[in-house]
């Protein structure tokens, strides 16, 4: 199957991805659905929002949004982030209550 054929044959498709993330303490499903618009364009929808991926225009697309190694490593970086701050904030709150300093 050429890729002419391939675009022509799904373009406007849409794929559901479920995933199950699971806790200690209870199981959560997250639904995501993955949306190809045709060339390099995917949305991938959750229940709130919704992402653009894209390619830049050099690169085919129509750069209408994050390229998907691009979503890819900001996603890892803001989770790593996300959790650093968390540590800092409750490090710093219980550290300065042994010290008997108000926050």
Do not use: W
Request: hydrophobic share 35%; net charge positive; glycine share 10%.
């Amino acid at each position: 199957m050429s890729d002419k054929t391939f675009r022509k044959g799904v373009k406007g498709q849409t794929g559901r991805i479920m995933a199950r993330v699971a806790d200690a303490r209870e199981v959560d499903a997250m639904n995501l659905t993955i949306a190809f618009h045709g060339e390099t364009r995917f949305d991938v929808i959750s229940e709130r929002h919704t992402l653009v991926t894209d390619q830049p225009s050099e690169d085919g697309g129509s750069d209408a949004g994050m390229s998907p190694v691009e979503l890819f490593v900001g996603s890892l970086a803001s989770c790593v982030g996300y959790f650093v701050a968390r540590y800092c904030f409750i490090s710093l709150r219980c550290s300065r209550r042994l010290s008997g300093k108000r926050c």
